[in-house]
Every structure is written in structure tokens, then in C-alpha cells.
């Protein structure tokens, strides 16, 4: 069962999903989809990875849609570009977490079948729930002050930038 894929370029990528027996699953290739490397099993039957997110060249984010009572809404994070993965607990409901979306390493969005969205400033170690919109799906980011998502409607976020100044310093 596999959901959504992320490929750099025509040999490396990614595939999201669940296996037959290790629940949640992220699968690498280095030579365009001719063999597949297991890099993380949730371990959890009822796991779903739902959505894959590159951000750069280290860091990548998967959304874990599972439906288990004792484990709770969780991301999965990659520090070292997919490589290894480390479980961040969002929030502890039953619920399918489906959207995924970081803007930069430290502040990310997740969101699923829901009302409202979950906010990390601190790189997914701590979420905020934020009563905007319902039914976050995907995410995805424009440049360093935008991201789009898609659910309910089309929404956006604009990052507060810090000011330029020009050549005298005017801002």
C-alpha cells in the first residue's frame, strides 16, 4: 500500500506507505525505482505513511496516518537526507494525520481529518493546535515565506520576513 513518492532527480527517491507486516513504511532508491531499500517500519499494523516532504537536501518530513489507540498522531523526521528517522509525537487523539509541511527545520504544520492544524516552532519537539481550516491533506512549499495546503479549501502561509535594507540602509 503504497501513498506518495518524492524523487530528487531520476535515480534517488523516496516511497511513503505500509508494508504487509511492519505497518508504516519508508522505502529509498538509488538507481530510479530498480531496487528498494527498507529505512523505517513504524512497527505498527495500523500504520499508513501518508505524505513525503523534502524540504532540502537533510531534512525530510512523513506524515503518519494510522489509527492506533496507543500511539498516537506522529510525524516522522529526517535530519540526515532519509537516512534515519525519528517518531515526534503531535498530539495523542485518535485521528488520521495526513498533511505534513515544514517551511524551514524548526516551524512545520501538520493536519489531517480534522478540524484546525498543528503548529511546531521547535522542530517538531512541541505542537499547537491553531483553530484554522479542517481536512489538511498536502502540503507544500513555494519558497522560504511560502507554503501552500490543500483540505477543506486552498490555504496559504506567508512567513514573517525580516526586513532588507538597501544599499543605504533604509529599510
Same mark, same amino acid.
Given at each position: 500500500?503504497?501513498?506518495?513518492?518524492?524523487?530528487?532527480?531520476?535515480?534517488?527517491?523516496?516511497?511513503?506507505? *505500509?508494508?504487509?507486516?511492519?505497518?508504516?513504511? +519508508? @522505502?529509498?532508491?538509488?538507481?530510479?525505482?530498480?531496487?528498494?531499500?527498507?529505512?523505517?517500519?513504524?512497527? $505498527?499494523?495500523?500504520? &499508513?505513511?501518508?505524505?513525503?516532504?523534502?524540504?532540502?537536501?537533510?531534512?525530510?518530513? *512523513?506524515?503518519?496516518?494510522?489509527?492506533?489507540?496507543?500511539?498516537? *498522531?506522529? $510525524?516522522? +523526521?529526517?535530519?540526515?537526507?532519509?537516512?534515519?528517522?525519528?517518531?515526534?509525537?503531535?498530539?495523542?487523539? &485518535?485521528?488520521? @494525520?495526513?498533511?505534513?509541511?515544514?517551511?524551514?527545520?524548526?516551524?512545520?504544520?501538520?493536519?489531517?481529518?480534522?478540524?484546525?492544524?498543528?503548529?511546531?516552532?521547535?522542530?517538531?519537539?512541541?505542537?499547537?493546535?491553531?483553530?484554522?481550516?479542517?481536512?489538511?491533506?498536502?502540503?507544500?512549499?513555494?519558497?522560504?515565506?511560502?507554503?501552500?495546503?490543500?483540505?477543506?479549501?486552498?490555504?496559504?502561509?506567508?512567513?514573517?520576513?525580516? @526586513?532588507?535594507?538597501?544599499?543605504?540602509?533604509?529599510?
Amino acid at each position: 500500500a503504497l501513498v506518495d513518492l518524492h524523487f530528487s532527480d531520476a535515480n534517488n527517491g523516496f516511497v511513503v506507505g *505500509a508494508s504487509i507486516d511492519g505497518g508504516g513504511v +519508508i @522505502l529509498k532508491t538509488e538507481d530510479g525505482g530498480v531496487t528498494w531499500d527498507t529505512v523505517y517500519e513504524t512497527m $505498527v499494523f495500523t500504520d &499508513l505513511l501518508w505524505k513525503i516532504q523534502k524540504l532540502d537536501e537533510d531534512n525530510y518530513y *512523513a506524515s503518519v496516518a494510522g489509527v492506533s489507540t496507543t500511539d498516537g *498522531a506522529r $510525524v516522522l +523526521i529526517s535530519n540526515d537526507g532519509g537516512n534515519t528517522w525519528e517518531s515526534k509525537l503531535v498530539f495523542e487523539e &485518535l485521528t488520521q @494525520l495526513q498533511g505534513v509541511g515544514f517551511i524551514d527545520p524548526m516551524h512545520g504544520f501538520a493536519g489531517g481529518f480534522f478540524e484546525g492544524i498543528y503548529e511546531t516552532t521547535d522542530g517538531g519537539d512541541n505542537w499547537e493546535l491553531i483553530d484554522v481550516g479542517a481536512n489538511y491533506n498536502r502540503f507544500q512549499k513555494i519558497n522560504d515565506s511560502l507554503m501552500v495546503a490543500s483540505g477543506h479549501t486552498i490555504y496559504s502561509y506567508t512567513k514573517d520576513i525580516s @526586513l532588507s535594507t538597501d544599499r543605504e540602509g533604509k529599510a
